[in-house]
């Protein structure tokens, strides 16, 4: 019985090399975070040129289906990203943020505060599948790769990577409208919602991060009215103002004028390409207002986003 153990346990750390040999095989060549192979869902940025993004929007779900870089492009030539994964914690947005600046230092940084009252015990199961399969068993993600080895061995090219045309944002044109019921989400409340101290402390870390990196930390909220009230803002509008940051609150007053009928997916909880429009055209203009960045549509070194916007758009 314990020597059949022993063979069962052998058994499965040969394994476990093969499948790590391999998955280093499949692995893009060139350096694995710089490809954003690292944490895939959320460090896509890493496959861009170095200093070439000037706002990064980090958060959850909320931000991936409600900012759309593609659209600041479009009207603004400024460069976006959204590095957001579902379920994200201040530690993840902490993470992000760092990454993002060492390999990008943006000029902004929007931060959706939504994040700060999750729970960070509560890490979503899609999230640890992403990190166990990206970081120990990559295999899963890049089986396809033996294709690109007989092609770019074929034809001396060692530069594939993966990359993310639309810039980390997941566009939705599903309509669901929200119920006339919930319209009122954003009835006045002198109360506040508490956040946690673990999640405090990871967002005091951010700004930090942000202080001595001399990049602006932005405050936001997209349009949510399943999840998001006036207790909440109360909480974030005293944060921002202990450290002295700007707090955008879509949710406040309809500052968007979102229509819950047509600019919803999922009955309030996110945006579609509608809504995403308008926070994503809002976004842009105040990038323009705060003077930080500039026009990069007609400069070379950019070239690769409007590609990427040919293809969003075709």
């Given at each position: 019985m314990i020597k059949?153990?022993?063979?069962?346990?052998?058994?499965?750390?040969?394994?476990?090399?093969?499948?790590?040999?391999?998955?280093?095989?499949?692995?893009?060549?060139?350096?694995?975070?710089?490809?954003?192979?690292?944490?895939?869902?959320n460090y896509p940025i890493l496959s861009e040129e170095e200093n070439t993004i000037?706002?990064?929007?980090?958060?959850?779900?909320?931000?991936?289906?409600?900012?759309?870089?593609?659209?600041?492009?479009d009207k603004y030539g400024y460069t976006m990203y959204d590095c957001a994964l579902a379920g994200q914690i201040p530690i993840i947005s902490y993470e992000t943020i760092q990454e993002s600046i060492n390999s990008q230092h943006p000029k902004v940084i929007f931060l959706e505060s939504d994040v700060l009252f999750r729970n960070p015990k509560n890490i979503p199961i899609d999230t640890i599948k992403l990190w166990l399969t990206n970081r120990y068993i990559p295999i899963?993600?890049?089986?396809?790769?033996?294709?690109?080895?007989?092609?770019?061995?074929?034809?001396n090219d060692?530069?594939?990577?993966?990359?993310?045309?639309?810039?980390?944002?997941?566009?939705i044109k599903k309509i669901k409208p929200a119920p006339k019921s919930r319209?009122?989400?954003?009835?006045?409340?002198?109360?506040?919602?508490?956040?946690?101290?673990e999640n405090i402390e990871y967002f005091n870390k951010i700004v930090k991060l942000c202080?001595?990196?001399?990049?602006?930390?932005?405050?936001?909220?997209?349009?949510?009215?399943?999840?998001?009230?006036?207790?909440?803002?109360?909480?974030?509008?005293?944060l921002a103002n202990k450290y002295n940051l700007e707090f955008i609150d879509f949710n406040l007053d309809n500052l968007l004028k979102i229509n819950w009928q047509i600019d919803v997916k999922d009955g309030g909880g996110h945006l579609n390409f509608r809504g995403a429009y308008k926070v994503s055209d809002y976004?842009?203009?105040?990038?323009?207002?705060?003077?930080?960045?500039?026009?990069?549509?007609?400069?070379?070194?950019?070239q690769s986003w409007n590609e990427s916007y040919k293809i969003y758009t075709s």
């Open positions: 059949n153990i022993g063979k069962s346990i052998l058994f499965m750390f040969i394994l476990f090399l093969l499948i790590a040999g391999i998955s280093c095989l499949l692995l893009p060549w060139r350096a694995v975070k710089k490809y954003g192979i690292l944490y895939t869902a000037d706002a990064v929007v980090v958060g959850d779900s909320l931000v991936y289906s409600g900012i759309n870089p593609m659209v600041v492009w899963i993600n890049y089986h396809d790769n033996w294709k690109k080895y007989l092609f770019n061995f074929l034809n060692k530069k594939f990577t993966k990359f993310d045309f639309y810039k980390g944002y997941h566009l319209y009122n989400y954003m009835e006045y409340s002198k109360e506040y919602l508490p956040i946690v101290d202080e001595k990196n001399e990049v602006k930390l932005v405050l936001i909220s997209i349009p949510n009215l399943k999840l998001w009230n006036y207790k909440k803002h109360n909480s974030i509008s005293d976004l842009g203009n105040y990038l323009k207002d705060s003077g930080l960045v500039k026009d990069h549509r007609k400069d070379k070194k950019y």
